[in-house]
C-alpha cells in the first residue's frame, strides 16, 4: 500500500494564479479530508467527502477555493485565483469508514508559496 | 464546541531523559482521544488513541497517555525519549456524538526537540 499520494510537494506561485493539488487516497477508503496547516491556525479542516460527495465545506475560507472528488480515487483542492495568505502546507487524509478503530492516514502534504 | 489546549509550543529533552507532553480539552459530551506525530516533511502519524474501557493507553514507540476525565486532560509520556523522537506531537478530539472524522478537532501541537 503506498499510502495516501499528494502532487505537488513543493507548489510556488505568484499571487493571481491558478494552483491545483492532486490526491489520491488509499484504495478501500471511502472518507477523504482536506487540511491546511499554517503557524498562526495550526491544523484547519477545510472540506471533507463520503464515498465522493462532499459532505462538509464550511472550513473552505471563500469561494476562491473549490475541491473535486471526480472518482473514488483522486481529488483535487483548486485555488482560483491565489493570494499570499494561502501560503500553507495542505495535506489530504483518508480513512476507511466513519470508524475510529482505523485511523486517519494523511499523505506528506503539499507545501505552498504564493509571492 | 470542543476544543483543544497543548499546553507547551515547545519541550526540549535530552535524550534517554523522561518526557510528558500535556493536553487537555474542552468538551460537553464524551470524547474520544487522540495523539498524532508529524515527522519533518511528513503527514500526521496516528500514535494512540482512547476510545474507552482502560484510561491508560499504550501507542507505538513507546508512548503511552492517560486519559484523566475529571481533570480532562489526556497527557502523552515517554519514560525515556530518543532521537528519533523529535518530531510535532498533536492531540486531537472528537465526540462520541459526531458523524465521524469530520468531527476531530486538533490541538496547536507541541514541538519535541531530543538532544543528545
Known amino acids: 500500500d503506498a499510502g495516501v499520494i499528494q502532487s505537488p510537494r513543493h507548489e510556488v506561485t505568484e499571487m493571481g494564479q491558478e494552483v491545483t493539488l492532486r490526491c489520491k487516497p488509499i484504495?478501500?477508503?471511502?472518507?477523504l479530508f482536506w487540511y491546511r496547516q499554517t503557524m498562526m491556525r495550526g491544523l484547519e479542516l477545510l472540506i471533507y467527502f463520503n464515498n465522493n460527495v462532499p459532505i462538509d465545506d464550511s472550513g473552505m475560507p471563500e469561494d476562491r477555493f473549490s475541491a473535486k472528488m471526480p472518482n473514488a480515487s483522486f481529488s483535487t483542492l483548486k485555488i482560483q485565483p491565489s493570494e499570499p495568505r494561502d501560503s500553507a502546507v495542505y495535506f489530504c487524509a483518508s480513512g476507511e469508514m466513519s470508524s475510529y478503530n482505523s485511523p486517519l492516514h494523511f499523505g506528506n502534504g503539499t507545501r505552498l508559496t504564493v509571492t | 464546541a470542543q476544543s483543544v489546549t497543548q499546553l507547551d509550543s515547545q519541550v526540549p529533552v535530552f535524550e534517554e531523559a523522561p518526557v510528558e507532553l500535556r493536553c487537555n480539552y474542552s468538551?460537553?459530551?464524551?470524547?474520544?482521544l487522540f495523539w498524532y506525530v508529524q515527522y519533518p516533511n511528513q503527514g500526521l502519524q496516528l500514535l494512540l488513541k482512547?476510545?474507552?474501557?482502560?484510561?491508560l493507553v499504550k501507542g507505538i514507540n513507546g508512548f503511552e497517555a492517560e486519559f484523566n476525565k475529571s481533570q480532562t486532560s489526556f497527557h502523552l509520556r515517554k519514560p525515556s525519549v530518543h532521537i528519533s523522537d523529535t518530531a510535532e506531537y498533536f492531540c486531537?478530539?472528537?465526540?462520541?456524538?459526531?458523524?465521524?472524522?469530520?468531527?476531530?478537532?486538533f490541538g496547536a501541537g507541541t514541538r519535541l526537540a531530543v538532544h543528545p
Open positions: 484504495s478501500g477508503h471511502d472518507y
Open positions: 468538551s460537553s459530551v464524551s470524547v474520544y
Open positions: 482512547y476510545l474507552s474501557g482502560s484510561t
Open positions: 486531537a478530539v472528537s465526540d462520541l456524538g459526531g458523524g465521524g472524522y469530520n468531527k476531530l478537532i
